[in-house]
């Protein structure tokens, strides 16, 4: 039975039907059940979070099975618990809404044997984007076995589009998550999907783009058939495919000839495997072209195979690895990050403690980066002596974002790189660990899908906690109660959906500011043959030496399989065997090879694959030098675990400096310098979407912009031309004015600042001098239309720019969402109200906190009942318009229906904007907020990924 459009989806389900089981004498009759309340209306593609209350009536321990329904059939999410007499438990279930065009209401039923609890919920419909925001067009025609890349474009191109998710002939398949989404999306502003059609027949795809505004939705048609477009085709690829041998000071021409029979190459995309990074997207066009790049050693990485994506222009995509650099033997500062403080709560710092090593025969000075989507967020010159070792720290803060995000994080010595993917976490992190040990994925559709997971408290207090087993939607959930140090394992699972196409996606097991995830696959048809699984890994090794995985093959047909199984690294298949394994049986092999001699210790991953079926682990290497390890710092430890950069010079830090921070704008630092000596400043600014940071980005070093030894005085001043002048006794550095609302000096690095430490904090409280002038609300008219009312907003923006901000209709039932940019001078929209009761109020805020911290500005409608047929409405109801308008939050009080302009206190921002970590906060003009001007961040962290994220509970 087909279940209907808005119910659509993987494990969907927003019903709940609390059972007991046989044990005891426990019955049906002994639990009471109900709703408790519902998030709807919701609009399509976000969340429909249900919460329930299960109350044993008894004086008995009963165990509780509560499952969702979708009317009466149990499609996924379950609580099992004990539940003891008289004790009452809430129960939280939430449903990842299908991208319906148009509203729909339906019931959300809580039954029990002896009863039922329903309430009626609604999904408004939303509008497709617009064609030139969708690639693909909508009709495409492809052969058996072709590959096609979907792609979105969201509203606001220039933050993180959101969490996309994607759905196969109505199946849920997958969502636009992870380090190579955020990577794409911050070269092209797009969320991407790639999904395989082996067979014939006609598909539809379905985009559902979650939005900080609307969301919207896309569709596609896609005809599989024999004599359609096979897609493009790499012909050839120079040099010749395999080991690629270049060092770190060379450049290397890599060259790709393609071709389409259709003439309809379009772009070839250029990653470096295992770092999760993008070189270059070349163009290309017509039946047949050539793409180049040059790429510097320094910029690849030993092992990190080369990936190129072809794609031509109706989505069709060929993936081709053909070369895997490798380094050969000579001398350069090589880099290694020994450690990582990741997970990181969103606004946190990140740190990375770095290892150097001059493998030279003469004393290297370098500039030391972070990079993070193409932007250096930290850097710090460094000199070592050949054959020294050298440690330090590098970091950043990372921007508030509303949803966690995963990204990739280079650090790089111009010689020698490294990298690791880190993942920040929008509500904080938990005092909990998660692992997923294992899954029993592939499974076919319909049976049931375990994980199972390891929960540890890392804390110093207990901790009880609910764990979801998510997959699009919460399918599973168990609560944990850990003392500190403790660990449980958990076995979650659910019964899939019997879902008609073959789909690949991801399971995570989750709690607030703890995740693990696993790529999980389910078979429309039946398992494949052979499933193999890395039972264990002898790592850490030792460069050089052998590397073993020991695999298990299981046989889940009734009927003896063989298979070539192989061990593949950096895309090469470095061991293999054949293996025969008989129905119903398991058998174990090892495959393993000799690893390269590195100098320093790797992690990358290892991938066993049998045909169709693959599982994946991630190793360690041990560098040969023994350098980077946890337990040799390979040198001096800088600053891991000293002063956490209060700014205010303790410790001694600089004493001899005099530190004047004349305003918000002028800073004055006097003093004497040596040759190398480098004095910054810190800033935060205000764009036209949110307050930004930087961390050391104008300075000056003495011998290199002025002359050594230097005695005098050092001006830091916000201007128009940024730069530095002056001589050996007065300096002046022209700060860069970054910001549209305005820019203020948080702080001064001395000499002895680690990184962008700050060693002086500006004392004055300069939010003032960055906010933007808080808009005016107000309800300008209030009309009857049809079952409600046309309400007409208007606001007021005495800022000299637009100003974009996060805004949403925070009660009631409107039909639109207020907008989010705000334009210079004002403006006004209209919404459909149609209130669901007479005490229903239509309330409009605008939030200002990516400015800093500044109070929320809201204005609402008078009561439903107020407004009748549209009589004006009485006076004795609180503030109001002549047309009926008034606050919600009572701040506007001279009786005329706006909030005044200065609703919000910018005082509230004082410790946002005149704080600066002293792991540095490299938020630019290109890594503050959302929307910044060049488009080329990812989902990293260093920009507000909310413009479009799920409100997703």
């Known amino acids: 039975m087909r279940r209907r459009g808005y119910l659509v989806g993987l494990g969907t389900g927003v019903g709940v039907l609390v059972s007991v089981t046989d044990r005891g004498l426990a019955t049906a009759t002994d639990l009471s059940v109900r709703i408790l309340e519902t998030n709807d209306p919701v609009e399509a593609g976000e969340y429909l979070n249900v919460t329930a209350e299960v109350t044993n009536t008894t004086a008995s321990e009963l165990e509780v099975t509560a499952e969702f329904l979708v009317g009466g059939d149990p499609v996924g999410g379950r609580w099992i618990f004990q539940i003891e007499g008289g004790e009452t438990r809430d129960l939280e279930f939430s449903h990842l809404t299908y991208p319906v065009r148009q509203d729909v209401e339906f019931p959300v039923r809580v039954e029990t044997q002896d009863g039922s609890d329903e309430r009626l919920v609604t999904v408004t419909g939303i509008d497709d984007l617009p064609t030139d925001r969708v690639r693909p067009g909508s009709q495409v025609t492809v052969a058996p076995g072709s590959t096609v890349q979907f792609e979105t474009e969201p509203d606001d191109a220039e933050s993180y589009g959101g969490v996309t998710h994607w759905y196969v002939d109505d199946d849920y398949a997958g969502w636009s998550m992870g380090p190579w989404q955020a990577e794409y999306f911050g070269w092209t502003g797009r969320d991407y999907w790639q999904y395989t059609f082996d067979e014939p027949g006609t598909y539809t795809v379905r985009a559902s783009v979650v939005q900080e505004g609307a969301n919207a939705t896309a569709e596609w048609t896609v005809e599989v058939a024999e004599g359609g477009h096979g897609g493009p085709v790499v012909e050839e690829v120079r040099p010749a495919p395999g080991r690629l041998t270049v060092s770190n000071e060379e450049t290397v021409e890599l060259a790709v000839d393609v071709s389409d029979a259709e003439g309809r190459l379009e772009e070839v995309v250029w990653w470096l495997g295992h770092a999760d990074r993008i070189l270059e997207i070349s163009s290309v066009s017509g039946s047949s072209d050539t793409a180049t790049l040059a790429v510097d050693g320094a910029s690849l990485c030993h092992g990190c195979p080369v990936i190129v994506?072809?794609?031509?222009?109706?989505?069709?995509?060929?993936?081709?690895?053909?070369?895997?650099?490798?380094?050969?033997?000579?001398?350069?500062?090589?880099?290694?990050?020994?450690?990582?403080?990741?997970?990181?709560?969103?606004?946190?710092?990140?740190?990375?403690?770095?290892?150097?090593?001059?493998?030279?025969?003469?004393?290297?000075?370098?500039?030391?980066?972070?990079?993070?989507?193409?932007?250096?967020?930290?850097?710090?010159?460094?000199?070592?002596?050949?054959?020294?070792?050298?440690?330090?720290?590098?970091?950043?803060?990372?921007?508030?974002?509303?949803?966690?995000?995963?990204?990739?994080?280079?650090?790089?010595?111009g010689d020698d790189s490294d990298h690791r993917t880190v993942s920040v976490y929008a509500d904080g992190v938990a005092d909990l660990e998660i692992r997923i040990l294992?899954?029993?994925?592939?499974?076919?559709?319909?049976?049931?899908?375990?994980?199972?997971?390891?929960?540890?408290?890392?804390?110093?207090?207990?901790?009880?906690?609910?764990?979801?087993?998510?997959?699009?939607?919460?399918?599973?959930s168990e609560r944990v109660s850990l003392e500190p140090g403790a660990t449980e394992t958990l076995q979650l699972g659910y019964e899939t959906y019997p879902v008609r196409r073959n789909v690949e996606f991801l399971v995570s097991v989750e709690t607030d500011g703890a995740c693990d995830r696993r790529l999980v696959r389910v078979y429309a048809d039946g398992l494949p043959a052979l499933v193999p699984r890395i039972r264990e890994v002898n790592d850490p090794v030792t460069g050089g030496e052998r590397l073993e995985a020991t695999v298990e093959l299981e046989n889940r047909s009734g009927e003896r399989a063989t298979e070539d199984v192989s061990l593949v690294v950096g895309g090469e298949v470095v061991d293999s065997a054949s293996v025969t394994v008989d129905g119903g049986e398991t058998e174990t092999l090892a495959l393993g090879y000799e690893t390269y001699p590195v100098r320093q210790d790797?992690?990358?991953?290892?991938?066993?694959?049998?045909?169709?079926?693959?599982?994946?682990?991630?190793?360690?290497?041990?560098?040969?030098?023994?350098?980077?390890?946890?337990?040799?710092?390979?040198?001096?430890?800088?600053?891991?675990?000293?002063?956490?950069?209060?700014?205010?010079?303790?410790?001694?830090?600089?004493?001899?400096?005099?530190?004047?921070?004349?305003?918000?704008?002028?800073?004055?630092?006097?003093?004497?310098?040596?040759?190398?000596?480098?004095?910054?400043?810190?800033?935060?600014?205000?764009?036209?979407?949110?307050?930004?940071?930087?961390?050391?980005?104008?300075?000056?070093?003495?011998?290199?912009?002025?002359?050594?030894?230097?005695?005098?005085?050092?001006?830091?001043?916000?201007?128009?031309?940024?730069?530095?002048?002056?001589?050996?006794?007065?300096?002046?550095?022209?700060?860069?004015?970054?910001?549209?609302?305005?820019?203020?000096?948080?702080?001064?690095?001395?000499?002895?600042?680690?990184?962008?430490?700050?060693?002086?904090?500006?004392?004055?409280?300069?939010?003032?001098?960055?906010?933007?002038?808080?808009?005016?609300?107000?309800?300008?008219?209030?009309?009857?239309?049809?079952?409600?009312y046309d309400v007409t907003f208007g606001y007021t923006n005495e800022n000299e720019v637009s100003i974009i901000v996060g805004s949403s209709f925070t009660a009631g039932t409107a039909s639109s969402q207020p907008p989010n940019e705000l334009a210079a001078g004002g403006g006004s929209f209209t919404t459909r109200w149609t209130p669901r009761s007479g005490d229903e109020r239509l309330e409009w805020t605008v939030d200002l906190s990516a400015f800093g911290g500044q109070e929320p500005v809201r204005v609402a409608t008078q009561a439903a009942r107020t407004y009748g047929?549209?009589?004006?409405?009485?006076?004795?109801?609180?503030?109001?318009?002549?047309?009926?308008?008034?606050?919600?939050?009572?701040?506007?009080?001279?009786?005329?229906?706006?909030?005044?302009?200065e609703g919000s206190e910018n005082g509230d921002a004082t410790d946002e904007t005149n704080e600066t970590s002293d792991t540095g906060g490299g938020q630019t003009d290109g890594t503050d907020a959302e929307g910044s001007g060049d488009g080329e961040s990812t989902d990293d962290g260093t920009k507000d990924t909310d413009d479009n994220a799920s409100n997703d509970g």
């Open 309 to 413: 994506w072809v794609r031509s222009s109706d989505g069709t995509v060929t993936t081709a690895q053909p070369w895997t650099p490798v380094e050969p033997d000579g001398g350069h500062l090589h880099v290694s990050i020994r450690k990582s403080n990741d997970p990181v709560g969103a606004g946190d710092p990140l740190e990375f403690v770095l290892d150097l090593e001059n493998v030279g025969t003469e004393a290297a000075t370098r500039e030391v980066s972070m990079i993070v989507g193409g932007e250096v967020v930290d850097a710090r010159s460094v000199t070592v002596d050949s054959g020294g070792t050298d440690s330090l720290t590098l970091g950043y803060d990372t921007y508030p974002v509303r949803q966690d995000v995963e990204f990739p994080v280079w650090v790089t010595t």
């Open 438 to 476: 294992e899954t029993n994925a592939p499974v076919a559709a319909g049976e049931v899908l375990s994980v199972l997971a390891e929960v540890e408290n890392v804390g110093t207090e207990s901790i009880t906690r609910d764990i979801h087993l998510a997959a699009g939607d919460r399918v599973a």
């Open 602 to 788: 790797v992690e990358f991953p290892i991938t066993v694959v049998a045909g169709e079926e693959r599982d994946e682990r991630t190793v360690s290497v041990r560098g040969v030098d023994g350098g980077g390890g946890e337990g040799d710092d390979g040198g001096s430890e800088d600053n891991e675990d000293g002063d956490d950069g209060d700014g205010e010079g303790e410790d001694g830090a600089d004493e001899d400096l005099e530190v004047t921070f004349v305003d918000c704008s002028r800073v004055e630092v006097t003093g004497s310098f040596a040759a190398g000596d480098t004095i910054m400043a810190h800033t935060a600014f205000n764009t036209d979407h949110g307050i930004g940071t930087t961390a050391g980005e104008d300075f000056v070093t003495i011998g290199e912009h002025v002359p050594a030894p230097f005695s005098g005085t050092v001006i830091f001043e916000i201007g128009d031309d940024r730069g530095v002048s002056g001589d050996d006794s007065s300096a002046t550095v022209t700060v860069e004015d970054y910001g549209v609302l305005g820019t203020a000096i948080t702080g001064i690095g001395g000499p002895s600042a680690i990184g962008p430490e700050t060693t002086h904090s500006n004392p004055h409280d300069c939010s003032g001098s960055i906010a933007p002038i808080p808009p005016g609300l107000k309800v300008a008219s209030v009309s009857p239309a049809g079952d409600g």
């Open 869 to 901: 047929d549209g009589e004006e409405p009485s006076s004795d109801d609180g503030a109001e318009t002549d047309d009926g308008g008034e606050t919600a939050d009572g701040a506007n009080t001279d009786g005329d229906g706006e909030t005044d302009g």
